[in-house]
């Protein structure tokens, strides 16, 4: 399997999931999740799953900040629909990471460890997202733009080729390395593109 060099120099986002220390899943329920393993559940690496998962790490990180944040008990809101843009997307990386879904999710077992019901949508907030610990009630705001982090002039004319059949291979391969280039740029100016409120 051949995929960017730079998904492994993503740092990991740990957490630590009661559920599944109970069902003997990990050890101490301990466990990371990194930039590879989401782009795999997503199918692709672009600005927006790199911002979700951008999002979920500082998010986390300041809502945790001396311990690994605590999946399946943080609560998380998006400004937006899930119908609208991307919405979708990013909000089923930032699932996978924190365990929080809609109504969909984990039912729980014994009245405990559910994970329905923590995803809200059309939430009345300014930021790309929020998140909030279920045991403090304590939030942080994350507010997300890549829009600084231009992609090369090149991909453009690219793009209008292989959506018109008439790129090569070689340039079809070529736009797929810009774009990652791009992506790269995104988590190397991480302090550009994602502030944190709290």
């Known amino acids: 399997m051949k995929y960017p060099e730079f998904f492994d120099t993503v740092d990991t986002i740990k957490v630590v999931d009661p559920l599944a220390k109970v069902l003997g899943a990990f050890e101490d329920g ?6 590879l393993e989401v782009v795999k559940a997503a199918g692709h690496s672009c600005p927006t799953v790199a911002g979700a998962y951008i999002t979920a790490y500082a998010g986390l990180k300041a809502l945790y900040p001396n311990q690994p944040a605590v999946r399946g008990e943080i609560k998380v809101e998006f400004k937006e629909s899930l119908e609208d843009g991307v919405a979708g997307v990013i909000s089923n990386v930032i699932s996978q990471i924190t365990g929080a879904t809609d109504k969909s999710g984990f039912k729980g077992l014994g009245g405990k460890f559910a994970r329905h019901s923590l995803m809200h949508f059309d939430a009345n907030i300014s930021s790309s997202v929020r998140f909030t610990r279920l045991d403090s009630g304590k939030s942080v705001d994350v507010y997300y733009d890549p829009s ?3 992609g090369s002039p090149k991909m453009q004319q690219l793009m209008q080729k292989m959506m018109g059949g008439m790129a090569t291979p070689a340039e079809t391969k070529e736009f797929g390395e810009l774009w990652q280039e791009r992506v790269k740029r995104i988590f190397d100016n991480m302090p550009t593109v994602v502030k944190v409120m709290i």
Request: hydrophobic fraction near 45%; glycine fraction near 12%; charge should be negative.
């Open 30 to 35: 301990v466990y990371e999740f990194n930039y």
């Open 148 to 150: 600084l982090i231009g």
